[in-house]
């Protein structure tokens, strides 16, 4: 490009395979309680029981854009913006949800947003030696010299969470439970106590003896904003 302006664009993505993840090997199928607890059955045992297991796959694809602009006449500007998609059985090598079908875990990952757009600029002031304004010497023009301006602005889609309810509603110990989604999810996009970002009356405690049908990571918490460190 012109003006000193370059882009780039470009594909990344990757496949990871037999990543870790803590199993929970005493974990219940829903509705059978302690009794269907596996090393329960064998050998008695009802105390919780983890296997750090090489069993987590995950892949990420994403679209990534860059523009820069070369730092001249002092001013550097440059702006990116990634598209991306992560999914993954388990994130930050924690626990499953469902220790008895790992792929019902499958969904987006934890810490993965959708849309990242950051720009960042450095400029120097056009005041003292060698510029443009109060560049004749003496102490004023000393004072004003070298000084530049910089800042970043960032925005950022939420990231993803799962809809979950009470445990004991499935009778399953060892596993979490999933909420249990009875219509489409309305986000009302409020922000603080008593203003919810979504109708919570999307969501009941599921029927008993049996996981609910929400999805892991099936709802996405609020955009924020960062402009130079501060968080809106």
């Known amino acids: 490009m012109n003006a000193g302006f370059t882009f780039n664009i470009g594909y990344v993505g990757n496949v990871g395979k037999d990543g870790s993840l803590n199993l929970a090997l005493n974990a219940a199928p829903p ?39 070369r730092f001249s ?11 991306s998609k992560a999914m993954d059985i388990i994130s930050n090598q924690a626990g499953a949800m469902d220790n008895i079908d790992l792929a019902r875990n499958y969904g987006p990952s934890s810490f993965y947003t959708t849309h990242n757009f950051v720009v960042g600029h450095v400029y120097e ?24 301006t910089n800042g ?3 925005m950022q889609s939420g990231k993803p969470f799962t809809p979950t309810a009470i445990a004991t509603s499935c ?9 249990q989604q009875i219509k489409p999810v309305h986000y009302l996009h409020g922000v603080g106590s008593g203003h919810p970002w979504f109708d919570p009356s999307s969501y009941t ?3 008993a003896n049996q996981f609910g049908n929400a999805g892991r990571n099936s709802i996405r918490g609020p955009m924020f904003i960062i402009k130079n460190g501060a968080r809106f």
């Open 73 to 83: 006449n002092g001013l550097y500007l440059h702006a990116a913006y990634t598209y």
């Open 125 to 148: 002031l056009p005041f003292g030696k060698g510029k443009a304004f109060l560049n004749k010497g003496g102490i004023l023009s000393f004072l004003v010299s070298g000084w530049q």
């Open 152 to 154: 970043v602005f960032r």
């Open 31 to 69: 509705g059978t309680g302690s009794a269907g607890q596996l090393l329960n059955a064998k050998y008695g045992r009802t105390a919780t029981t983890t296997l750090r297991g090489q069993i987590n796959n995950n892949n990420y694809n994403a679209l990534q854009a860059n523009l820069s602009r």
């Open 205 to 207: 405690v599921p029927p």
């Open 171 to 179: 009778n399953c110990p060892g596993n979490s439970q999933f909420a």
